[in-house]
T-cell receptor, first 114, second 114 residues
């Protein structure tokens, strides 16, 4: 298995632009999680899905952030408009929780907003 | 609210020294426990996990952790660290009922001096 796939790996954009991050979970996993990692705040859970349905989006910082999961093999995290304080590494993770809920993380997208 | 505490934020050791990283959680119910490692510039990788049974869990790369239910602790240990263990270590807890989301600790940055 290829593991969790994220694209792009690096994104540099200007303030005010729309940014879309993509994630392909491991086949057969029915939970998908989006995290943000910064030096100041550590690892934060933004939102997670079960069977393509958003379960908990309480970690989404504000209305500029939105996430979708149109099917079991694809999810997007969109920031519109982007701001410099959104600069972070965004990780996607998936899990197949029967028994453990162990999460498998993708390589992350490093976002820089100038 | 549930929380996970990692008391050591930064640890510096010489090679061959022994390592113990603390992790405590606050939740009265049944939990699954995890330790993840993040090498510089990389994504999180699972070191070890505890679901039930023997409270002493062995993971990859010579790491082990002990679950002490009475202390709500899941400390990570390694008898002799190597320079290649330089990384950030995260403790995580997931509840066994209801939600499969993780509650992460703030992480411990370990630097091993050659």
């Amino acid at each position: 298995d290829a593991g969790v796939i994220q694209s792009p790996r690096h994104e540099v954009t200007e303030m005010g632009q729309e940014v879309t991050l993509r994630c392909k979970p491991i086949s057969g996993h029915d939970y998908l999680f989006w995290y943000r990692q910064t030096m100041m705040r550590g690892l934060e859970l933004l939102i997670y899905f079960n069977n393509n349905v958003p379960i908990d989006d309480s970690g989404m910082p504000e209305d500029r952030f939105s996430a979708k999961m149109p099917n079991a093999s694809f999810s997007t995290l969109k920031i519109q408009p982007s701001e410099p304080r959104d600069s972070a590494v965004y990780f996607c993770a998936s899990s197949y929780p029967r028994g453990s809920g162990e999460q498998y993380f993708g390589p992350g997208t490093r976002l820089t907003v100038t | 609210a549930q929380s996970v505490s990692q008391h050591n934020h930064h640890v510096i050791l010489s090679e061959a020294a022994s390592l113990e990283l603390g992790c405590n959680y606050s939740y009265g119910g049944t939990v699954n426990l995890f330790w993840y490692v993040q090498y510089p510039g990389q994504h999180l990788q699972l070191l070890l996990k505890y679901f039930s049974g023997d409270p002493l869990v062995k993971g990859i790369k010579g790491f082990e952790a002990e679950f002490i239910k009475s202390k709500f602790s899941f400390n990570l240990r390694k008898p002799s660290v190597q320079w290649s263990d330089t990384a950030e270590y995260f403790c995580a807890v997931s509840l066994t009922s209801g939600t499969y989301k993780y509650i992460f600790g703030t992480g411990t940055r370990l630097k091993v001096l050659a």
